[in-house]
């Protein structure tokens, strides 16, 4: 194991393991990003799947999301999100944004579940994800995104564990899909090639 690996596998224990009060990341030289690299990555594509690929991802979505875990609207399982976030100001959010947006799109998976692409087109996500979907900068781009991230974000949203649909489209648009419909979409859409 590379030294950079392992000590970043020792920061992520350390992150996992101890009381989100515990960490501070604000030593006054530290960009926005840089707060973000240890999970998702520099260049906000990262190779684990629990994070989500930030690179090229939607400026206003990202923004959304970093606003809702800092307010205490969105949380994740470990809590880490909300435990960094809070120690970000509104302008470093959007410094954050703006700086993973402008990254290069991370490269699809190669595999792609033929169905899923069946599932894409009758379920209507398009109409918000697709990236032709300009009137919409605040829903993320799908694809090139890890496909355990996709399906459990899907899972959780599906459950109602996770919000952020107000209207409650996509929750009805998940529950009329099972399990093996869920990995199969998140399967095509980490398949397809992120661009703008």
């Not at 501070?24 to 906000?44: I, N, P, Q, Y």
């Not at 099972?178 to 398949?191: E, H, I, R």
Request: net charge negative; charged share 20%.
């Amino acid at each position: 194991m590379a030294a950079v690996d392992r000590a970043a596998a020792l920061a992520l224990v350390l992150l996992s393991a101890a009381p989100a009060a515990a960490f501070s990341f604000d030593d006054g030289d530290t960009a926005a990003h840089e707060r973000c690299a240890l999970c998702h990555g520099l260049s906000g594509d990262t190779p684990r799947q629990k994070f989500p690929r930030l690179a090229g991802q939607r400026q206003g979505y990202i923004e959304k999301q970093l606003s809702a875990f800092r307010a205490g609207r969105r949380s994740n399982d470990g809590g880490q999100m909300s435990a960094v976030v809070t120690e970000l100001t509104p302008a470093q959010i959007t410094e954050a944004a703006a700086w993973f947006a402008a990254q290069p799109h991370p490269a699809p998976y190669a595999d792609a579940h033929a169905g899923g692409g069946d599932l894409w087109r009758a379920s209507g996500c398009g109409d918000c994800h697709a990236q032709s979907a300009q009137d919409a900068p605040d829903m993320p781009w799908l694809s090139s995104q890890h496909p355990d991230y996709l399906a459990k974000q899907m899972q959780d949203l599906r459950g109602g564990l996770r919000d952020g649909d107000p209207g409650g489209v996509m929750q009805a648009q998940l529950r009329a899909l099972d399990g093996a419909g869920v990995d199969a979409l998140a399967a095509w859409l980490s398949a397809q090639e992120r661009r703008e």
